[in-house]
């Protein structure tokens, strides 16, 4: 059974930081492309950052809101994806979820495309307060 799950969420200050992760299990972890989305109250879904596959070329992408402040990186070994989030803001504040791609789709070094994104955690909340 694929299950990708999400923990790390919660409330923070404007300005701190969470790290996200998101447990892979029940397929080649290393031959997906990873990413994290987010959807606040009353907004469609944003995918804010991903990687491409181990087998792939290393392609990460951040969309603008996020660039400088997150970090997406993967532990394949563990079967592990995280989002490190600094530098808060509560216009961070949503459910941000992960997701996995097939080898070759879903990020690209301008975009990430999500539509090619097949598995999908169930999402974590993070709260930053002003």
């Known amino acids: 059974e694929v299950q990708l799950v999400e923990s790390g969420g919660g409330l923070v200050q404007a300005g701190g930081s969470l790290r996200l992760s998101c447990a892979a299990s029940g397929f080649t972890f290393d031959d997906y492309a990873i990413g994290w989305f987010r959807q606040a109250p009353g907004k469609s879904r944003e995918g804010i950052a991903c990687?491409?596959?181990?087998?792939?070329?290393?392609?990460?992408y951040y969309t603008d809101s996020v660039k400088g402040r997150f970090t997406i990186s993967r532990d394949n070994a563990k079967k592990m994806m995280y989002l490190q989030m600094n530098s808060l803001k509560p216009e961070d504040t949503a459910v941000y979820s992960c997701a996995t791609a097939d080898s070759g789709w879903g990020c690209f070094v301008d975009h990430i495309a999500g539509t090619d994104y097949e598995y999908w955690g169930q999402g974590t909340q993070v709260t930053v307060s002003s």
């Open positions: 990687m491409h596959s181990t087998v792939g070329d290393g392609t990460t």
